[in-house]
Structure formats: C-alpha cells, structure tokens
C-alpha cells in the first residue's frame, strides 16, 4: 500500500480533533492532580499572572474534587513556589518573556481559598512547570499504588502540558480535563488539547472524567458558578 500524503494528513487530523485514549479510569487505580490553581494565578486581579479562564473554571474544578473525595480518589495539589531560595529553578526562566515583570509573591505561594483544599491533601511546592521536576510527586504515586493521573488546573499549555507530558513518560496513564484547565489566552487551549489527545492523554470534560469515576454530577452550574467567584 501506498500512503498519499492526503491520506496521512488526514489521519493526523482526525486524531488530533477525535482521537480517544483506549485505557480505562479506575477510581482504586486514579489519583486527582490539582495543578496550581493558586493567589496568582486564580485570584482575580491579584497579580499579573492573573488567568480569568482558571477563575471561571474554578468551581466546575472544586465539585470534580469533591467528588474524587467521595471516591476514596486522592487529591494531591501543586503550587509553583520559590523554592530552595530559586537554586533548584531552571535557569533559563529568567530569559523568557514569561517572567517579564517585576511583581513578586508578597509571600510563600498558596491554594486559593476558594478551591477549598484540606489539610490532610498533600502539597507540593514545585520550582518549575512539571510537577515530576525535581518534586516527589512519583513517589508519592507509586507509594499510593496509583498508575493513573487526571490533569486539572492552570496553565493548560505550560504546567499542566507539562505535568501531563511528565507522567506519559513516566509511564501513567494520562487523562486530562479539557473544561477543567485553563490558559492566559483561550485561543490556545484546544491547539494544546488537541496534541495532548493525540499522542498523550485521554482527553475529557470534567462530566466525562465524573461518569467514569462514578462521582456525583459536576455539569457547569452557570449561577453557582458566578457566585462562587465573586
């Protein structure tokens, strides 16, 4: 057989639009990673790294959450701190446009409130995007018998991209929640979803991710939604 080029572009397409991950989510098997739904990212106004799309997906992410707890699904949050005084950071950060500001963390980096996490769910402090980078994030994982992951917070195309990418190649199985990740501009969120279905994640929406782990129902609630932000 010989493989035209329309032939292969079109296949390409077709897996990046429709393409579905064939493994199954087993709740026994699955845990939750929250990745840096923090003050600065998620508050609104708070800093210039404000992403108004994570604040409006907020409480879709806060009810996946609840009902991963109500599913014995353990719920680890990240947050992207200054840690060991930035010498674990990699260096080239500094170069790129993404740290063009002179704002600075008043403080140590925290959950936003609003998100509700609970004491008893671990924290990671991370120094770069992935959450496997130089955190005990595998560890903690294969300590909790885990091999699968869902994705969820903010950045889309930058810390959960990453941490998705990370955990394939650590040999997870990868799902990751299209409704409940946001980016700085929304016009790159499917382009990045649409890589991630093809060649490293399962991709679904937070109802998807709840039918499948047999939690309560997490469809978008557009008035609790309001209020709950405001």
């Given amino acids: 057989m010989s493989f035209t080029e329309e032939w292969v572009t079109e ?8 393409g579905r991950a064939s493994f199954d989510v087993r709740p026994e098997r699955t845990a939750l990673l929250v990745i840096d739904m923090q003050d600065e990212f998620v508050r609104p106004g708070w800093s210039p790294y404000w992403v108004p799309a994570a604040t409006r997906m907020a409480p879709r992410l806060r009810r996946l959450v609840e009902g991963c707890r109500s599913t014995s699904v353990p719920v680890i949050w990240t947050i992207f701190d200054d840690t060991h005084l930035g010498l674990d950071r990699p260096k080239a950060l500094r170069y790129l446009p993404h740290a063009d500001t002179d704002w600075h963390r008043p403080g140590p980096a925290e959950v936003w409130d609003q998100m509700g996490r609970r004491p008893e769910e671990a924290l990671i402090r991370k120094p770069s995007y992935g959450a496997f980078y130089d955190t005990p994030l595998d560890t903690m994982l294969r300590n909790l ?31 990751f929640g299209a409704d409940v990740t946001a980016t700085d501009d929304e016009s790159r969120q499917e382009p990045e979803l649409a890589v991630l ?6 991709v679904l929406t937070a109802e998807e991710i709840a039918s499948r782990l047999g939690t309560a129902d997490t469809r978008p609630r557009e008035v609790a939604d309001r209020a709950n932000v405001d």
Avoid: S
């Fill in 11 to 18: 296949r390409a397409r077709d897996a990046y639009e429709h």
């Fill in 145 to 175: 018998g885990r091999d699968t992951v869902i994705v969820t917070g903010t950045l889309t195309n930058y810390c959960c991209g990453t941490t998705a990418r990370q955990a394939y190649e650590r040999g997870y199985k990868v799902v």
């Fill in 197 to 202: 279905r093809k060649g490293f994640a399962l």
